[in-house]
């Protein structure tokens, strides 16, 4: 059974680090891509960015490039989603979704567009 | 660019049909046959229903289909249940800077 599992709900202040995690299981690892979707409170699903954990390359989507970092450990199976200096807007649901292989092609990366297995969510909370 | 355009709310009663819009531009659903719809319950992580525009997933009802034309794509739920009240996200690949872009959700009332 393909499960990704997200770290626990995180309470932080502004200006503070924060890294969350996605452990995948249940499937291989490294061929599928992980994607990271936003969500604030009451509010539609935002990309954020998408990790190949079997290299290691990534794509942002624009709104979000500078603003966080993705990160993944093949030998454990789980990718990451952090931020150097938290900010206050930074405060909603993150998912951590899967994404078949086959959008690379001599390091262009398109057509994404099915997630197709979802964490659970992790809240990040962000407030002074 | 901006999210894709979704109606906000959408009822009908049981057994009834619906259909939910999702409107883009030429940059984004009118080019590319990489439309996806996912179902979201309150509280709970979202689903994927269809995928490229009209495909289902093995486990999703075949009461749920998915077309486009133009720069619009559409899920329709046939014989509406109760258990179909939810919201609902289209989401299609914008090219190889914006990448991804999401609506912004359809809330279903079956009354």
């Known amino acids: 059974e393909v499960q990704l599992v997200q770290s626990g709900a995180e309470v932080k202040k502004p200006g503070e680090s924060l890294k969350i995690s996605c452990e995948g299981s249940g499937y291989s690892f490294t061929t599928y891509w992980i994607a990271w979707v936003r969500q604030m409170p009451g509010k539609g699903l935002e990309w954020v960015g998408i990790i190949y954990p079997g290299d290691s390359d990534t794509r942002y989507s624009p709104s979000f490039q500078g603003q966080v970092a993705m990160s993944a450990d093949k030998s454990i199976s789980t990718a990451y989603l952090q931020w150097s200096s938290l900010k206050a807007s930074d405060t909603a649901m993150y998912y951590c979704?899967?994404?078949?292989?086959?959008?690379?092609?001599?390091?262009?990366?398109?057509?994404?567009?099915?997630?197709?297995?979802w964490g659970q969510g992790t809240l990040v909370t962000v407030s002074s | 660019q901006s999210a894709l355009t979704q109606s906000a709310s959408v009822s009908g009663s049981p057994g009834q049909s619906i259909t939910i819009s999702c409107t883009g531009t030429s940059s984004d659903v009118g080019s590319y046959n990489l439309v996806s719809w996912y179902q979201q319950y309150p509280g709970k992580a979202p689903k994927l229903m269809i995928y490229?525009?009209?495909k289902r997933p093995s486990g999703v009802s075949n009461r749920f289909s998915g077309s486009k034309s133009g720069n619009t794509a559409s899920l329709t739920i046939s014989g509406l249940q109760a258990e179909d009240e939810a919201d609902y996200y289209c989401c299609s690949y914008a090219g190889s800077s914006a990448y991804v872009l999401f609506g912004g959700g359809t809330k279903l009332t079956v009354l």
């Open positions: 490229e525009v009209s």
């Open positions: 979704v899967r994404h078949p292989p086959g959008i690379r092609s001599r390091g262009v990366v398109s057509g994404i567009s099915t997630f197709d297995y």
